[in-house]
Every structure is written in C-alpha cells, then in structure tokens.
C-alpha cells in the first residue's frame, strides 16, 4: 500500500484532560488554599509576576524573530525539506517537525524555518516544553513511537531543527497505526 503524501497527514490532537485528573488538581489547589493563606498570597504573587514578566519580554521576542525573519523572505516548508535526502529521510517527520515546531513558537505569523535553527538558542523554545510537547505532538503526527528513545544515536544530541527531524526518523514505528 503507498503512503499517502505528507501534505495529508493529520494534525495534532492534543488528548482530553481526565476527569479524574483535573478532580484532583482542583482539590489539591482547594486544600492549599484551606491550609494557609499566606501560601495563597504568595502562590498569587508568583502567578502575577510571572504574567508580567511574560507580557514584559514579548517585544523583545517578537524583535528577534522578525530579525531573523529578514534573513528568510523566500523560505518556506520547501526549502526546509530540500535540506534532507528524502529518499532516506521520512517525509513525514519532515512535514511534522517543520509544522509543530511552528505551532510551538506562538507567532502571529508561519516563521520559515531552516535545518540549523538552534531550537533553545535561536528559536527560543524551553527544553521541557521541547521534552514535554514538542517531541510528543511530533510522535503523535509520524506514528514514530518514544519507545526505547536512549538507543537513539541522537539521543541527548538534539540542538537544531534538523537534529530533531534526524532523531524521529531513527525512531522505529508504532505497531498502531493512527491513519
């Protein structure tokens, strides 16, 4: 049977919060509150600062892509995939990395991105949201599982954009298939 073309592939579907879970969450957060507080002011504190610190450094985020969004006018999703061989690198992944790694930085606009984007030093990404989310949402869109990830070659080599296409296509795929 052929694959279909990456174009086609389906989009990330974030899961569903469990019921139980966010039960939980709520009932942790009701019993903090109950048992002191001061703990509540603080907690509300840190919460405030943390949402002004955020608002606070958008311009000088959006400053440094638009930056190096100077360097890219012509640059799109195919010349991204023109960096690697496709013969042995799945098209897939390609397509995915290139999509969620997108979504992941949280512009108003498609950033075009190139292979050897740094993803913490020039994209900006936080490593535990790339650890977090991006690795799954990408899992997820290639049916490439995270089984057995430490037997990688690039496992702890992951820098660029292209590293992490290079990662997922030595990854084996999932015996469940999500097409």
Known sequence: MARIASRYMPKYKAGKPSYIGMVIFFLTLIAAAIYSTSFLVILTTI????????YANQPKYEKHFKKLLK????????????????KSVDTWIIRATYEQVQNALDLKYAF?????????????????????????????????TLEDIESNPLMGKVYTVKDLVLFFNHQPQSKTHNI
């Open 47 to 54: 919460i405030v600062a943390a949402v002004v610190l955020v």
């Open 71 to 86: 360097t890219r006018k012509d640059k799109s999703i195919c010349e991204f995939a023109k960096e690697f061989d496709r």
């Open 112 to 144: 075009p991105l190139i292979g050897s984007d740094r993803l913490i030093d020039d994209l900006l990404l936080d490593g535990d949201d790339i650890d977090l989310d991006l690795v799954e949402e990408i899992s997820q869109r290639t049916n490439r």
